[in-house]
């Protein structure tokens, strides 16, 4: 794929091949699909069709079709001697009953082939659970790559339940031996699972003692003996429960890290034993029975588990290599490692009655009968979260064929899956630990059906947070999870007999391909898709530090078969290595109301935008994690040449102006965007797109008690130009009482500043302190390190301009230093209706500006509450948003819709471009009509799919007619609630679709 200074065409991405027809919608057979070419993108599978997409695996059809013989792999060490257990138990799936349930003493397994050179012995662990261990009757003599065939049977009694043949591999290292060792590199490479706990000083020391005098207790904390939630709550409130939790558990894992390295074998030994203790101790103490009911401990510590897992399985990994030679003399060490392996068993897939609940719409569909066809649980980056423990957990499992959980609602049937043959996670039942690990790695790619699914959108994009609406995490969560989560499996298992299967590496593969190409410039990221990364200091060097690295370990992690875009992503890997990577283009994010206007080449530039509804939000602000992006996704417009502009900028500018926002300009403390739990309610809100040019426009209005203000506003983006208008500006709370601004441009200050202010030139030098408000009343400029800000005021019309100290950043105690100026319309402090109107222009000299003016003044604007337009005459490009059904008349052009749309109308030739989309989203709406005062060529047109995946569906059609007066008249056939099979239930996420096409003029 090349990316230096690669223009997509309007033909290329959007496939358009025109064809007359019939006005009526054709069945799918009579449908001529429109052909694509020179793409150099191809999705690898497809949102429209359920059952190609990555999300399934085999169906669940009965519980009487339920295995109940968990033995799936087994293996053993080349010259092992009469009596070695082999690797790898024969497991009863029903040892989830225990111990609430009794597992009947009549049950037991049985060797049925095999008895010559295997034995085996039934026994129950400290919890009732039934496990068949086989060992060798006499020395193996058999060679590496060689197999034993032998059998199992259940029994019940007499009865006979179940057969079961297994294969024993005969190998020069066992695939556990293999897989231990890489797991002890996670730990230690992992700071979750160790490093951070690290000891200061000889604290370690007393700790020991302690734990040696009081049989693996630390004194200092106590919760050992409290047994049930009401002696737990009568201790301890619940923030001072889970601290002691989360203290004993560190203190374990810091123990573990600091004895890892103890270099007196005898030492380490004793220390890991008494450490296998502790855990055991810990593990017993824990309040696992219900865990995910328990109410004594804050909500976060049950879905986010790990705070106390991930400590406590780190530090078994690091004991476990000296407690091995022991294990099969000594009871109590067995029991031990049975307790600490317990604690995962039921704590790493807890689920919240929430998560559990088939209404749940973040990971499940709401039409009856269609939970098969969910994404199942954690459709999300809480998997990444749970993979490391996951991981680590089968290494201290030791064992195949044990199961990774015991939760009961894991296994089928459970409650409204098991009536519709499924599972939470369709169609997965826990089978056998490197099984199900591979399974959850396997089904990593995710694709939504709805706003509120997390995972892959089919605009491109990634949502983990969704909860009232959806967000854009392409850095934290959705990058990680995509990339680091799937690759240590994949790490982990590669060349196995469990090696991840490719779905997952093409849904990865893709995701990167697609959107890192558009969203990372000179190397940095756009910080309005970062999720909660946004203050991140890595987000200007995202590209090397963390894109490159994750991205090539999942490369190099895939088996034997590649993904079809590996080639393809290596290649823009490298060109991100040499800073070459370039790409020209516009594209829409329609799902999460996104849009890159961007070229490469001599005179490279990035610019976005960042809007919200009632469907999606800006990047969420945590505390001490960027606290301070409670107006991220607002209207957010970057415009970036170096690449460098807010990266520095971030630390010192004041987060109550971001550029592009609308709103109240408090001095006050942000709040963090978790605090405010009310939101926007506007459905107004969309993107549409060409490839080349687009437009995009929202309503803004928030409900929450701190936003203050509301309006109208729209951005177009030409070939090297964007024009914003905005109106209907009112406040609407009384807030702090400070003016309402329309903030211009926020940004780092390098160079002075040149203006034209009502005709008066004037220069600012670099570094003063400058705090003006001035009124103009004609159109004017200011001029910044090759970047025009073009103000063209209604009126009299009060802007500021503030820059150096005068800038009240937000972040004071961030210790970077950066100059920052702001240039922003002063809308008063109680405006009636206010508007504005602006261009910005990249790559101009100073000489330059005066003459750009005036040919931005040729550009046609049209700026109310029923229509916002732009008119480029020259360029014959048409660029409308349509707040209502209503017609504009400009120059020879007349054009009308009996619906709210987004309209883009280009002339090329005697071709006429037209595109369209349906701002509010509704797929209660079955079609928008457009007319035009041409006489187009009549017939029907079927457009293609937007965004990564360009195809025909039967349902997208434009219909075109003319009367006799040279009108013509474009149906334009939007997908809707009865569309819903034709997009794989996935109608909703495409209501709102950029649609393009070109039409013949007659």
């Given amino acids: 794929m090349t990316f230096k200074n690669l223009y997509i065409s309007t033909m290329a991405l959007s496939g358009l091949l025109f064809f007359s027809c019939s006005h009526a919608k054709k069945k799918s057979s009579e449908l001529t699909e429109p052909k694509t070419t020179n793409n150099d993108f191809q999705l690898s599978y497809s949102f429209l069709n359920l059952e190609d997409s990555p999300n399934g695996i085999a169906a669940l059809k009965s519980e009487a079709q339920i295995k109940q013989i968990l033995a799936g792999y087994f293996d053993i060490k080349v010259g092992s001697s009469k009596g070695t257990q082999i690797s790898g138990r024969i497991n009863y799936r029903n040892n989830f009953q225990a111990p609430g349930k009794v597992i009947s003493p009549e049950i037991k397994f049985q060797l049925t082939k095999g008895q010559e050179t295997l034995a085996l012995n039934n026994y129950r662990d400290q919890y009732g659970r039934l496990f068949g261990q086989i060992s060798l009757k006499q020395d193996c003599l058999l060679k590496d790559g060689d197999s034993l065939a032998f059998s199992v049977e259940l029994y019940d009694g007499d009865s006979l339940i179940e057969t079961k043949d297994c294969q024993l591999h005969i190998v020069l290292e066992t695939l556990w031996s293999k897989y231990m060792k890489k797991t002890e590199a996670l730990v230690h490479h992992n700071t979750r699972l160790a490093a951070r706990y690290k000891l200061k000083g000889k604290i370690h020391k007393p700790l020991f003692v302690d734990l040696e005098k009081n049989q693996g207790r630390f004194s200092d904390l106590n919760f050992y003996d409290l047994k049930t939630p009401e002696q737990r709550l009568e201790a301890f409130d619940r923030k001072a429960y889970s601290k002691v939790l989360v203290t004993a558990a560190e203190r374990l894992a810091g123990l573990a890290l600091n004895n890892s390295r103890e270099k007196d074998t005898k030492l380490r030994r004793e220390r890991a034993k008494l450490l296998a203790q502790a855990i055991a101790e810990y593990s017993r103490a824990f309040p696992l029975d219900n865990f995910y009911t328990y109410t004594n401990l804050p909500h976060n510590d049950i879905t986010h588990q790990w705070r106390f897992g991930d400590p406590l399985i780190g530090a078994s990994i690091l004991i476990l290599p000296d407690l091995l030679n022991d294990l099969a003399n000594d009871k109590v060490l067995r029991e031990n490692l049975e307790a600490m392996n317990n604690f995962h068993l039921f704590s790493s897939f807890s689920l919240t009655e929430k998560y559990r609940d088939p209404n749940n719409q973040r990971y499940y569909l709401k039409q009856p009968g269609t939970l098969r066809k969910s994404s199942g649980i954690w459709a999300d980056a809480n998997r990444h979260h749970r993979m490391r423990t996951w991981i680590c957990q089968v290494a201290l499992q030791m064992d195949y064929n044990q199961p990774l959980t015991y939760l009961p609602y894991w296994y089928f049937p459970y409650k409204e899956w098991g009536q519709q043959a499924t599972n939470i996670l369709p169609e997965w039942e826990p089978r056998g630990s490197f099984t199900d690990l591979k399974v959850w790695a396997d089904t990593n790619g995710r694709l939504t059906c709805l706003f509120n699914h997390s995972g892959l959108k089919p605009d491109g994009s990634i949502s983990h947070h969704t909860g009232t609406r959806q967000d854009m995490a392409h850095y934290a969560y959705g990058y990680e999870w995509q990339s680091i989560g799937l690759s240590e499996v994949a790490n982990m298992l590669k060349g196995s007999a469990f090696e991840v299967g490719l779905a997952p590496f093409q849904a990865s593969t893709d995701f990167f391909l697609y959107n890192y190409p558009k969203m990372i410039y000179k190397g940095g990221i756009d910080y309005q898709v970062t999720g909660r990364s946004h203050y991140s200091s890595k987000i200007g060097q995202f590209g090397r530090e963390i894109f490159i690295p994750g991205v090539q370990q999942v490369l190099d992690t895939q088996g034997q078969n590649k993904s079809s875009n590996s080639a393809k992503l290596q290649n823009y890997v490298e060109q991100l290595k040499d800073d070459s990577a370039e790409l020209s283009g516009n594209f829409s994010y329609w799902v999460n109301d996104y849009m890159i206007h961007r070229q490469g080449g001599e005179k490279p530039y990035f610019m976005s935008v960042k809007t919200q509804s009632a469907r999606a939000c800006g990047a969420e602000g945590f505390k001490g994690n960027g606290d301070y992006g409670f107006h991220n996704g607002s209207g957010i417009f970057q415009i970036k040449v170096s ?24 001095d006050d403390r942000i709040p963090l965007s978790s605090e405010k739990k009310a939101y926007s309610k506007e459905t107004y809100c969309a993107s549409l797109s060409d490839n080349l040019t687009g437009l995009s426009a929202f309503r803004y209005s928030r409900t929450d008690p701190y936003s203050s203000a509301a309006a109208n506003k729209a951005y177009f983006f030409e070939s090297d130009q964007v024009h914003f208008l905005g109106n209907s500006i009112i406040r609407t709370k009384q807030g702090q009482g400070k003016s309402i601004y329309t903030s211009i441009e926020q940004v780092e200050w390098l160079q002075d500043l040149h203006c034209s202010f009502n005709g008066k030139k004037s220069t600012i030098k670099q570094g003063i ?30 802007i500021t301009l503030k820059a150096g100290s005068a800038i009240n950043r937000s972040d004071k105690k961030s210790k970077i230093k950066q100059d920052i100026f702001l240039l922003a319309f002063d809308h008063g402090k109680d405006p009636k209706q206010e508007s504005y109107n602006y261009s910005i222009v990249p790559h101009l000299t100073l000489a330059e500006m005066d003459s750009k003016l005036k040919q931005l003044r040729l550009t046609k604007r049209k700026n109310n509450d029923d229509v916002q337009v732009i008119y ?53 709406l079955k079609e928008i009509t457009l007319t035009i005062n041409k006489n187009l060529v009549e017939g029907t047109q079927n457009y293609l799919t937007y965004g990564p995946e360009q195809k025909a569906v039967p349902c997208q059609q434009v219909i075109i007619s003319n009367n006799k007066t040279g009108q013509s008249q474009l149906r334009f056939l939007l997908a809707d609630e009865s569309d819903a099979e034709a997009y794989a239930l996935r109608h909703e996420l495409y209501a709102a679709m950029p649609i393009n096409i070109i039409v013949k003029e007659k």
Avoid: C
């Fill in 769 to 798: 302190t400058y705090d003006e408000s001035l009124t103009l009343n004609q159109p004017s400029w200011l001029y910044h390190k090759g970047i025009g800000y073009f103000i063209f005021p209604k009126n009299d019309q009060q």
């Fill in 643 to 666: 690449g460098r502009e807010y990266d520095k900028a971030r630390y010192a500018m004041d987060w109550h102006a971001m550029p592009g926002l609308t709103e109240e300009f408090r």
């Fill in 872 to 924: 480029n005459r020259e360029q014959q490009i048409f660029q409308a948003a349509f707040l209502k059904a209503g017609e504009v008349e400009i120059d020879d052009l007349k054009i009308s819709v009996d619906q709210p749309a987004l309209v883009q109308i280009k002339k090329i030739n005697h071709q006429w471009h037209i595109s369209l989309s349906d701002p509010h989203h509704d797929y209660e």
